[in-house]
């Protein structure tokens, strides 16, 4: 298994461009969600999915999109980059609800937004 | 609403002491408590969580945790630290029946041989 892979490992961005960052696990967990890791900030929960064509939101979602249309993957999109987006983007992934179980996590995208 | 605190930034110990790591906690009903641990440029990795039962909950490396609903703490410990156990330490809380797991603002364990 290769767990829960991410791309790009590094990018950077100049204001107002978009992106996608991408996020896949091979373990058929249902549960996927996308965490930011800013400096004494901790992890916060931007959006998450409990199965495929089911999304919300989380602490975080302003700026961001994301959607599930396979188990398998949970893209989120950027669709115009701030400064304040710069951050460290991590993918998890669990079987059962996130609140309750054992999340697996991705290497994570750290991006940079001029 | 959930939140979780964890007070020190960092936490120096030296090899062979025994180490804690504290989290306190605030959640309406029963909390689901778990501890994270991320090494340098690594996603974070699970070590143990409390749902239920035993207060002392046994985890991955040798780490383990006392949950105390008196003191609203769920501490880290590990009777003799490694270097290796130098990490970014995170807590964090949720409960029963919801999505959203809350993360503390994670803690800096540097133990010197």
């Known amino acids: 298994n290769a767990g829960v892979t991410q791309t790009p490992k590094f990018q950077v961005l100049k204001t107002g461009q978009s992106m996608t960052l991408q996020c896949a696990q091979d373990m058929n967990h249902e549960y996927m969600s996308w965490y930011r890791q800013d400096p004494g900030m901790g992890l916060r929960l931007i959006h998450y999915s409990v199965g ?11 700026g961001y999109n994301v959607s599930r249309s396979t188990t398998e993957d949970f893209p989120l999109r950027l669709l115009s980059a701030a400064p304040s987006q710069t951050s460290v983007y991590f993918c998890a992934s669990s079987y059962s609800r996130q609140g309750t179980d ?3 996590f991705g290497p994570g995208t750290r991006l940079t937004v001029l | 609403a959930q939140s979780v605190a964890q007070p020190e930034d960092q936490v120096n110990v030296a090899e062979g002491n025994p180490l804690t790591v504290k989290c306190t906690y605030s959640v309406s009903g029963n909390p689901y408590l778990f501890w994270y641990v991320q090494y340098p440029n690594r996603g974070l990795q699970f070590l143990l969580k409390y749902i239920t039962g035993d207060n002392l909950v046994k985890g991955s490396y040798g780490f383990e945790a006392e949950f105390n609903k008196s003191q609203t703490s769920f501490h880290l410990k590990k009777p003799s630290a490694l ?4 990490a970014l330490y995170f807590c964090a809380v949720s409960r029963y029946n919801t999505d959203k797991l809350i993360f503390g603002t994670g803690t800096r364990l540097q133990v010197f041989p």
Do not use: L
């Open chain 1, 52 to 62: 495929a064509g089911i999304t919300d939101q989380g602490e975080v979602p302003n």
């Open chain 1, 102 to 104: 054992t999340q697996y």
């Open chain 2, 83 to 86: 270097v290796s156990d130098s």
